[in-house]
């Protein structure tokens, strides 16, 4: 039904949002494309010749040269043709991408990357909370109890931590349509001895107050936003609705899967854009003017090789690219460095090279988008530089 973060009490109020009418708070949405995501073939380097000579069966043909080609950009990269309906956006200044972005550490095991790309410290297995939860500041009496949520059956690693935080598939798992039964639990959760069990019994119900009221409401997205069927664009719709809803969001999660392209690439990766490229349309649309205070960020564990494997699919590799949609987004530009697809400038003579390190982009949203400038607790074991920023983000 739903899952909790570990935390003591969430000191929370179903009244938060009626205390607070009207008020906003900045908001970090993450993406996570489970599956390592072919970077090459999401924003495509059609300038570089090198990246058809790798790839005979399985690139992008350049703009304007063929049906389905790449969505010129800036006269070397493009977007994928299925991303079309971001590309309003990055004209508009609200979409920037950050390319050979990823972790340095040379895992390919899907676990491991994601599992270390959740924590924010790659290459240790001992870190036992997420970056995202850390990224928070520390609750007070007037925190919400939905101020992290993720949309899924469990709470992702991201999320986990000292700060209390909420998954959940849909916003009406929350609903508990037996008043009786609800009003006999809940008493047995407040009289508990258990002090821990009495925290998270009762915060569990007040949150489950405040999604009830905001359910009495039918919601429409605005603006004839048009969200896609799947599973991300319905949690990206959920996390737009709770956000105007104005119940103390200040950090989300979604993620969708599918994207370990082994064989047949450009089918699966075609239908993973189309509903990626719409979701997070329809949700600047839906979101209007309150875009201004929201940030969204996608990811993946790794990218994928350089040149197409003989299955007409490609294998695990390592630099991706990430995107960053928001109203404080330095968008319209394509930063980091590119370090091109020679064979000599290849990473292990195979897949692209990193040159941004994603803890790079994550820090520079966490302390200028959200405003905690204590990066370093955010990533442990990293040393913070803002001189290694991309300026995804304009400083608050």
């Excluded at 799947?230 to 809803?245: D, E, F, T, Y």
């Excluded at 997070?280 to 790794?302: C, I, N, P, Q, Y």
């Excluded at 299955?311 to 370090?339: K, Q, S, Y």
């Amino acid at each position: 039904m739903f899952g909790v973060g570990v935390a003591p009490s969430w000191l929370a109020r179903a009244a938060y949002a009626a205390d607070s009418p009207g008020k906003s708070k900045k908001v970090l949405v993450t993406i996570f494309q489970r599956g390592a995501a072919d970077g090459l073939n999401v924003v495509v380097p059609f300038g570089e010749s090198r990246y058809y000579d790798l790839r005979p069966t399985l690139a992008v043909p350049k703009p304007s040269s063929a049906e389905n080609a790449a969505i010129d950009l800036n006269g070397f990269f493009g977007l994928h043709p299925s991303l079309a309906p971001l590309k309003p956006i990055y004209d508009a200044k609200s979409l920037a991408i950050v390319h050979a972005t990823g972790s340095p550490d040379p895992t390919r095991s899907h676990f491991d990357a994601q599992d270390y790309m959740e924590a924010g410290t790659p290459g240790l297995k001992a870190t036992r909370d997420g970056w995202l939860n850390r990224a928070l500041a520390p609750q007070d009496p007037k925190t919400s109890p939905l101020r992290a949520l993720a949309l899924g059956p469990t709470l992702p690693r991201m999320l986990r931590g000292k700060n209390a935080a909420v998954a959940v598939n849909n916003i009406a798992d929350f609903q508990v349509r037996d008043t009786a039964s609800s009003d006999m639990f809940e008493s047995m959760y407040s009289h508990s001895v258990d002090t821990v069990l009495h925290g998270t019994g009762k915060e569990t119900f007040e949150a489950v107050r405040m999604l009830k009221a905001i359910q009495k409401e039918s919601y429409a997205p605005a603006g004839g936003a048009a969200y896609p069927a799947g599973r991300l664009g319905q949690s990206m719709r959920q996390i737009a609705q709770l956000i105007k809803a104005n119940v103390g969001v200040e950090v989300a999660f979604a993620d969708v899967g599918g994207w370990d392209t082994h064989v047949n690439e450009l089918g699966q990766l075609s239908t993973r854009l189309t509903e990626l490229g719409q979701a997070m349309a329809a949700f600047h649309k839906d979101l209007g003017d309150r875009m201004a205070d929201v940030a969204v960020v996608t990811m993946s564990e790794f990218g994928r090789t350089a040149k197409e494997n003989g299955n007409r699919g490609t294998d695990h590799g390592h630099a991706n690219v990430m995107f960053v949609m928001g109203g404080d987004v330095n968008g319209g530009a394509i930063l980091g460095e590119w370090p091109g697809l020679q064979q000599e400038q290849l990473y292990e003579a195979r897949d692209l090279a990193v040159t941004t390190d994603f803890r790079d982009v994550l820090g520079e949203l966490v302390s200028n988008h959200l405003g905690n400038r204590q990066v370093g607790s955010v990533f442990p074991g990293y040393q913070v530089d803002p001189k290694k920023y991309r300026g995804v983000v304009r400083a608050s």
